[in-house]
């Protein structure tokens, strides 16, 4: 009578469990020292950093480095000095690389992403970034678009004449991504002077080479595999700050979430989490989780970590304006400071929970099975994980094998098995999150069925 006993051993866990969280101090589920955080979010600042950033005129990789006022050499040292200014807890810095021509980089150049360290108690890392740099070229994104090209709206410029000479025409890139810039820099000054003690070690990232094919976050990306950098997860910001469509639908309500698959990859779960927790700090703003790595044939510098296994996802406005990107009209007109701002927020309230937050449980054993099975009836769900560090509970979640958003979930204490009787493990997606004593929540690891050996079968005539 395996059964028998399994049952109230589930409904005690529960009881228990869910009694001792509500007599303990947490009487809600936000975090005070978060709503303050993302109350500090200023849109005067973010409108003092993209005028900044629009007065260095261009910003892109191959353009000027001698000039203390214009192009990229100017811009890097002004980002670097401003993240400096706002915490002697921030470790600022170039995460400098020198790199041959190749590609759309049309001659050696040496690149600079500009990062800024906030250490935690813990090594892992996580990541917000946008950047820098920008392009412009003639007839920018609108046309090549409206003409119906199949064109890559991503597609290299025509090389230029002199590959030598700097690339210095006009290409203020207030949008494409002064703003996915100017968040990040705003945040790191939030955290960075929160005065929150945080587990994760938190990393404001200004990407240079974006424009050339991700370079600079494929440069880092590279390093970290190298030198083993526990990167968690990356908020990756581009192009996030105006609300207009060029087609003139307005939605300043909404954010995009772009994730690569399969359904429950790790970057499909941080999206989910980012819903989830960006949804209960700024309910006044909507996060649309999009299943697919990014908008149709584009790309971002969250796929350049994607590509090397990192977690990573890319936040988008909901209605882009095509004429303004990577074109002389993507200026500050084309902002709105508000929607910047929600989306600041958003990013904000989900990286804050996710540093305070035990890292997420694995689910797989050595050998890399899920601990996942259908004991002791054969018909139950048996859900096992290896216990987290920091961790006081965990949360397991579950929804329908066909659904894409968890529908179920349930606060299981300090144990790493839980048996749900007569769940059948077949329809259903199963995964578990680590909470912390004062209820910030890791994103879920699921449960995820390896993938069947494709062994071709030989075949012969009989007789042979
Ligand atoms: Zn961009």
């Known amino acids: 009578m395996m059964r028998a006993r399994v049952i109230p051993t589930l409904i005690l866990l529960v009881v228990v469990f869910g009694f001792s969280r509500t007599a303990a101090a947490q009487t809600s589920d936000l975090d005070p020292r978060i709503v303050k955080l993302v109350a500090e979010i200023s849109e005067e600042r ?6 900044k950033l ?3 005129e261009t910003r892109n990789t191959l353009s000027s480095t001698t000039s203390t006022t214009r192009g990229i050499g100017a811009a890097r040292e002004w980002i670097l000095q401003e993240m400096r200014s706002y915490s002697p807890k921030l470790q600022v810095s170039f995460d400098a690389h020198q790199v041959p021509k190749q590609g759309r980089i049309t001659r050696d150049v040496e690149l600079r992403n500009v990062m ?12 917000v ?3 820098y740099d920008t392009v412009a070229r003639a007839g920018g994104q609108g046309a090549a678009n409206a003409s119906g090209a199949p064109r890559d709206p991503d597609a290299a410029a ?8 700097p690339l210095d025409n006009l290409a203020p890139g207030v949008n494409d991504d002064g703003s996915g810039t100017a968040l990040t820099i705003e945040l790191a000054r939030v955290f960075s002077q929160s005065g929150i003690d945080f587990d994760a070690t938190l990393v404001f990232m200004c990407h240079a080479g974006e424009e050339q094919g991700l370079v600079g976050a494929r440069l880092h990306a590279q390093k970290a595999v190298e030198e083993k950098i526990p990167i968690e997860a990356i908020f990756n910001n581009d192009i996030v700050g105006n609300d207009k469509g060029g087609n003139g639908i307005i939605d300043g309500a909404t954010i995009r979430v772009y994730s690569e698959g399969p359904e429950d990859s790790p970057s499909r779960e941080l999206a989910r989490f980012v819903q989830r927790w960006g949804g209960r700090y700024v309910p006044s703003h909507r996060v649309r989780p999009m299943a697919r790595p ?10 350049a970590y994607n590509q090397l296994g990192f977690t990573a996802v890319g936040f988008r406005e909901s209605r882009e304006n095509f004429t303004r990107q990577h074109d002389v009209r993507d200026t500050f007109e084309g902002i709105s400071l508000p929607y910047l701002a929600q989306n600041a927020r958003v990013n904000a309230a989900a990286a804050a929970t996710l540093a305070l937050a035990p890292p997420p449980p694995g689910v797989t054993s050595d050998r890399g099975q899920p601990l996942i099975t259908r004991a002791p009836s054969g018909y139950d769900a048996n859900l096992r994980w290896n216990a987290s560090p920091g961790a006081a509970a965990y949360r397991i979640f579950w929804r329908e094998a066909w659904g894409p958003d968890w529908e179920h979930e349930l606060l299981v204490g300090d144990v790493t098995n839980v048996v749900l009787p007569n769940m059948q493990i077949d329809d259903y997606i199963f995964g578990v999150a680590a909470v912390d004593t004062q209820g910030h929540e890791s994103f879920v690891t699921a449960y995820v069925a390896p993938a069947r050996a494709n062994t071709a079968i030989r075949s012969g005539s009989a007789g042979q």
């Open 54 to 56: 629009e007065s260095f």
């Open 294 to 303: 990014d908008r149709f044939g584009r790309g971002g510098d969250h796929s």
């Open 46 to 51: 973010l409108e003092k950093i993209l005028e």
């Open 116 to 127: 800024a360290i906030l250490p935690g108690r813990s090594p892992r890392r996580i990541y």
């Open 158 to 165: 025509p090389p230029p004449a002199d590959p030598n000479a």
């Open 129 to 131: 970034s946008g950047h």
